[in-house]
């Protein structure tokens, strides 16, 4: 069984920084793929930031050069370190992995695992 733990969720005025963390603990063989998606007060689900094991990364528009997805393959943990945020940074953000899990002797599955949310909330 799989579970993924975000933390690092708050309150910030703008222009502060935030870092999330998102901490995957289970049968976990390899992270092929991370992201950070975020869901504004009624809005939709977007993507935030996304990096692939090749290393290759993608970033919306609008937080290009202020956030920073990175993990940490040793403790199947990923981060988002958000720099001068914004009000309309403010929302529900979520972690998002593509897992490849232990089932048993040779036997893998993959799958996009999400975490619980945690609010961000950013003050003018």
């Known amino acids: 069984q799989v579970q993924l733990v975000e933390s690092g969720g708050g309150l910030v005025q703008a222009g502060g920084s935030l870092r999330l963390s998102c901490a995957a603990s289970?049968?976990?063989?390899?992270?092929?793929?991370m992201g950070w998606y975020r869901q504004p007060p009624g809005k939709q689900r977007e993507l935030v930031a996304a990096?692939?094991?090749?290393?290759?990364?993608n970033y919306a528009d609008s937080v290009k050069g202020r956030f920073t997805i990175s993990g940490d393959n040793a403790k199947n943990t990923v981060y988002l370190q958000m720099n001068s945020l914004k009000p309309e940074d403010t929302a529900v953000y979520y972690c998002?992995?593509?897992?490849?899990?232990?089932?048993?002797?040779?036997?893998?599955?993959?799958?996009?695992?999400w975490g619980q949310g945690t609010q961000v909330t950013v003050s003018s």
């Open positions: 289970g049968n976990i063989f390899r992270i092929n793929a």
């Open positions: 990096s692939t094991s090749d290393g290759s990364t």
């Open positions: 998002q992995l593509d897992l490849v899990t232990y089932i048993s002797a040779s036997v893998y599955a993959r799958r996009d695992y």
